[in-house]
């Protein structure tokens, strides 16, 4: 009998084969992914490992939880094709499986810009385990390290090389760090924060390419003002691009992301989508893709419930994330992009940073640094009236009072 195959065992595929199990849901669940071993977390891949490397403590559960639970899991393989007719998927192997329903949840994979060089020993990119684990070896012999793109994953490993004792030059080509996912109050703080580590921050800056040595291994990047940066291990952490390919060629919609309406379903009724590879709408922010936890989690609990139910309830949330450079712990609340005024509270405690984005009179979004408090304060004020955070003093959790 046929019951939920789940494509992409990361985050999102494992929560949604252990939710639906625990929303009893007793048809077959089948999850599938193309990368060998047990489902695990990213986000420590470029922070704890890189200093630890205990790849095991990232496994988000044990092999017997799966046994225990009923759930199929097929590690190392990949699924190449959707019959939507016959409702099947064919696998790498050769064998196929019936569902009855199909959760994409292929995530994203990095992007690799098109520039000479990039397939030279010693260019490294950061998404799996088995990236982090070569990325870890080659820090060892390496002696100056060049990140291209000043995002999250680039920030992050570059406190991390820097605390190793490593030369580390940050190229961003935008005008500041993070600047998709944070108000410029953060970059600013940011930027500040790694040049004080000892990190070559360079903004508005260009690469055009990776140079060679005479063993043709990376020994620098081109930058587009003529100069290079010498660095004999470059990480291209340049943004991602979701994993769509598999639904596009079924003829699932795909726009930046499998398309899912507010249930979560993509245009086949029969597939859902999540995490990563998924773009949803969000109530008041219009159709968005997220690269995080809790989104990759919260979808997974919402379609479980909904297998598991049938209720056709609209998925909502208050999007949130980390981020952990050197000393650092950002956290966010909210979405910053399309807020049109940013407001640092200068009496957030020392050593921390609050900013709070306004759109129009409402609270759009919240960014801070050793203040976890308000963080989760805000989480819950996300969208209230400034009148009611200013009669607070703009201090997050006396206005929750
Ligand atoms: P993934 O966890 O990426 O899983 C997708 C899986 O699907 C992959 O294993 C892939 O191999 C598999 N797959 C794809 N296509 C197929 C196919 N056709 N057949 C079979 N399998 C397939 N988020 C935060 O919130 N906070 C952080 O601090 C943070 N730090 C991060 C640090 C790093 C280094 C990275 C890489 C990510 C980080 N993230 C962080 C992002 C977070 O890890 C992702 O948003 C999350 O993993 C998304 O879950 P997902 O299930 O959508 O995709």
């Not at 849901?25 to 490992?49: C, H, M, N, W």
Request: with cysteine; proline share 4%.
């Amino acid at each position: 009998t046929a019951g939920v195959v789940i494509v992409g065992a990361g985050q999102g595929g494992f929560q949604l084969a252990a939710s639906l199990r625990q929303d009893g849901f007793d048809r077959p669940v089948t999850l599938i992914g193309e990368e060998p071993g047990l489902p695990y977390q990213r986000p420590p891949l470029s922070k704890a490992y890189m200093a630890d490397g205990a790849g095991e403590r990232l496994v988000l559960k044990p092999a017997a939880f799966f046994e225990r639970a009923g759930i199929e899991r097929l590690a190392g393989l990949r699924v190449t094709a959707i019959d939507r007719a016959a409702r099947r998927v064919a696998l790498s192997d050769g064998t196929q499986r019936d569902y009855v329903q199909l959760v994409l949840a292929t995530g994203a994979r990095n992007m690799r810009p098109p520039l000479p060089g990039l397939d030279a020993p010693g260019v490294l990119g950061l998404r799996t385990l088995a990236d982090a684990a070569r990325l870890r070896a080659a820090l060892v012999l390496a002696r100056a390290v060049v990140v291209i793109g000043g995002g999250f994953i680039g920030l992050e490993f570059a406190a991390m090389a820097r605390q190793a004792g490593l030369g580390v030059t940050v190229i961003e080509a935008g005008e500041r760090l993070m600047a998709r996912a944070v108000t410029p109050a953060s970059s600013d703080w940011f930027a500040a924060l790694h040049r004080a580590m000892g990190t070559d921050v360079r903004l508005g800056c260009a690469a055009t390419g990776v140079e060679t040595d005479a063993a043709g291994r990376a020994c620098a990047v081109t930058l587009a003002d003529g100069g290079r940066v010498a660095g004999d291990l470059i990480l291209v952490a340049a943004g991602v691009r979701p994993n769509v390919e598999l639904a596009a060629e079924a003829g699932v919609s795909v726009d930046n992301g499998i398309v899912v309406d507010g249930c979560l379903r993509s245009s086949d009724p029969a597939i859902f989508a999540l995490g990563d590879c998924a773009a949803f709408p969000l109530p008041g922010a219009g159709q968005v893709r997220f690269e995080s936890v809790q989104a990759a989690v919260e979808h997974a609990r919402h379609i479980a419930r909904a297998i598991t139910t049938g209720a056709e309830t609209a998925f909502a949330m208050v999007p949130w994330f980390w981020s952990d450079q050197g000393k650092a712990r950002l956290q966010i609340a909210g979405i910053a992009a399309g807020a049109d005024a940013v407001q640092r509270v200068p009496q957030a405690a020392e050593g921390g940073f609050m900013a709070l984005a306004w759109a129009g009179d409402r609270l759009a979004a919240v960014e801070t640094v050793g203040l976890a408090a308000q963080h989760v304060a805000a989480r819950r004020l996300i969208g209230a009236p400034r009148a009611l955070i200013a009669a607070a003093g703009f201090d997050l959790r006396q206005a929750l009072l």
